[in-house]
């Protein structure tokens, strides 16, 4: 019996899976074949969210694309590479345009920000204060542990690895394996061979 109703229930999230991919396709900038954007917790401007193949963003996602803000003009919108898998209650937040690789691992409440609040002007609340932006780009292959933190102006390289917990300032280069606060290179992996794996095909 129990059996059956956890079934049955499996069956039921998947069918609200599917509702809620159905209710906001239609408003995205696109969407590709087999990609999925379960119910979020905010999306702002829509229109400016590309995802491509076999995308999958989990519940509760938070985002934004800013195009207006504090009286100024932006260009936010957020690109996201086949394959690449998000898991629950990540906040991605755009003012220009941000960049997510191929079969990127994103694990739960990561926040990725290209923007932070001026606060020179101490007439005016940091609220109602233009914002500094810097475009970050997330390259193919890369693994955000759970609670990463990825601010503005940082690359990181193609297959990277980034331990949970880590708040990345500054560019990580390919297949390295940084944590901390800051985070910092602990060691480096080896970039695989294109040619090893045409022989071993």
């Known amino acids: ?14 069918l609200r899976q599917r509702l809620w991919n159905l209710l906001y396709r239609p408003f995205l900038g696109s969407a590709g074949t087999g990609a999925v954007l379960e119910k979020p917790l905010m999306l ?24 207006q803000y504090g009286g100024n003009l932006y260009e936010g919108s957020i690109h996201i590479g086949e394959g690449t898998h998000i898991e629950p209650w990540v906040h991605i937040c755009a003012a220009a345009p941000l960049h997510i690789g191929k079969n990127v691992l994103m694990a739960s409440r990561v926040y990725i ?3 932070d609040h001026q606060f ?41 690895v980034i331990g949970a917990g880590s708040v990345v300032t500054k560019n990580i280069p390919p297949y390295a394996v940084a944590a901390g606060i800051p985070a910092a290179v602990k060691r480096m992996q080896t970039p695989p061979n294109p040619q090893k794996n045409i022989k071993e095909a």
Not at 1 to 14: D, I
Not at 44 to 67: C, D, K, M, W
Not at 129 to 153: M, Y
């Open 1 to 14: 019996m129990k059996q059956q109703l956890y079934a049955w229930l499996a069956r039921l999230g998947r």
């Open 44 to 67: 702002t401007n829509p229109h400016r969210l590309f995802l491509s193949e076999r995308v999958r963003i989990a519940q509760g996602a938070r985002l934004e694309n800013i195009l």
């Open 113 to 115: 920000s290209d923007n």
């Open 120 to 160: 020179q002007n101490r007439s005016l609340p940091v609220l109602l204060q233009p914002l500094t932006v810097n475009p970050v780009q997330i390259e193919d292959n890369v693994w955000l542990g759970e609670n990463v933190v990825v601010l503005k102006g940082v690359t990181i390289g193609e297959g990277a």
